[in-house]
């Protein structure tokens, strides 16, 4: 079978490759009602990322199965957090729900407490007798997940408890790649004379920060740059944080945050000691966060593929429920570079 491309479902639609990756990649400037035509007609191609759902509901058309009369059971979504319409994972699960309800399942949330923490306890809106499988997000305590893992029933975490001395939790795990674009940024800094490159954010934090600052470190080494520990900080306070720049006789080029929230604080902190971006010195950030593209100066970031990252929770929870022997997966899937005017060269 010929596989389908983006190109292929532009030319069914009549219109260009870029605003179908747009649709696929939820990126901004496209029209709901576009995105959804688009993501409907691949459905019905079996483009790559859309194709095994029709499997999974033995369908060609995954509207002609009602949830009410396939009904699977619940998938639990378990946080620590709050998630406002800010945090990445906020428009990955709109998709997540809608794709998981054609398939028969329901979502419910289950807030995971300080005390819930403390006492090594579940919700008490959890009932594993209902629950089929679980996915998490923010939930970087290790012992508490490791509990989870304990349930006997499929789990996912979406990010996770930092790896840093090695462990990892024996359960299927998905991250948005951390890697890949840092590396790029910070060649594209260097090549351009920007050597003296910092970090802000604790990175102890989750796997995703470690990760992020991890290939900050790999890409300077590799390009046999030191890093100039002053211009490293991993604290929770950004007041801290502004504190010690204030000290600095000299400020960095750029400094890499961990994600769009510091990178706010940051701007803000700058701003209250004089100091100006990217004048004075450059910002990026790691999300793209509504927020980032409304500050001034716009703040440069990653993009998330909320869409991709959705799809690819629903298959891993759900071959896992299919096929509970499979060795456990890590999945990182694709971010991409914004440079906006907080990192302008000139």
Request: hydrophobic fraction near 40%; proline fraction near 3%; charge should be negative.
């Amino acid at each position: 079978m010929k596989r389908v491309t983006l190109q292929d479902i532009a030319d069914e639609l009549g219109i260009s490759r870029n605003t179908v990756s747009k649709a696929i990649n939820n990126s901004d400037g496209i029209a709901a009602s576009t995105r959804d035509k688009i993501l409907q007609k691949a459905v019905e191609m079996g483009y790559k990322q859309f194709s095994y759902v029709n499997s999974i509901l033995g369908s060609d058309d995954i509207n002609s199965l009602p949830a009410s009369q396939q009904y699977q059971g619940e998938i639990a979504l378990m946080t620590s957090a709050f998630l406002s319409q800010s945090h990445f994972a906020s428009t990955m699960l709109d998709k997540f729900q809608r794709e998981i309800s054609q398939a028969g399942y329901t979502m419910n949330t289950h807030r995971v407490t300080k005390e819930n923490l403390r006492t090594m306890t579940f919700p008490y809106t959890f009932r594993k007798d209902l629950v089929k499988a679980v996915i998490c997000i923010e939930m970087f305590d290790y012992d508490y997940d490791n509990m989870i893992c304990e349930l006997d029933i499929p789990v996912l975490f979406v990010d996770g408890p930092v790896k840093r001395d090695g462990y990892s939790l024996p359960a299927d795990q998905l991250y948005m790649d951390n890697t890949t674009e840092i590396t790029r940024f910070v060649n594209v800094m260097l090549a351009a004379g920007k050597k003296r490159i910092g970090f802000v954010g604790n990175y102890n934090h989750c796997q995703s920060f470690y990760e992020r600052y991890s290939a900050f470190r790999m890409a300077m080494l590799m390009a046999v740059v030191p890093v100039d520990e002053r211009y490293v900080f991993c604290y929770n306070r950004v007041e801290e944080i502004i504190e010690s720049i204030s000290e600095l006789e000299e400020l960095p080029d750029v400094f890499i945050c961990a994600n769009d929230f510091i990178a706010g604080d940051l701007f803000r902190g700058l701003f209250s000691i004089g100091k100006i971006v990217p004048d004075d010195v450059m910002i990026l950030g790691f999300d793209n966060s509504p927020e980032s593209r409304i500050m001034r100066p716009s703040l440069s970031t990653f993009h998330i593929h909320t869409q991709v990252m959705a799809i690819t929770a629903m298959q891993l929870l759900i071959s896992r429920r299919n096929e509970p022997s499979l060795d456990v997966r890590v999945v990182h899937t694709e971010t991409e570079l914004i440079l906006r005017d907080s990192t302008r060269l000139n």
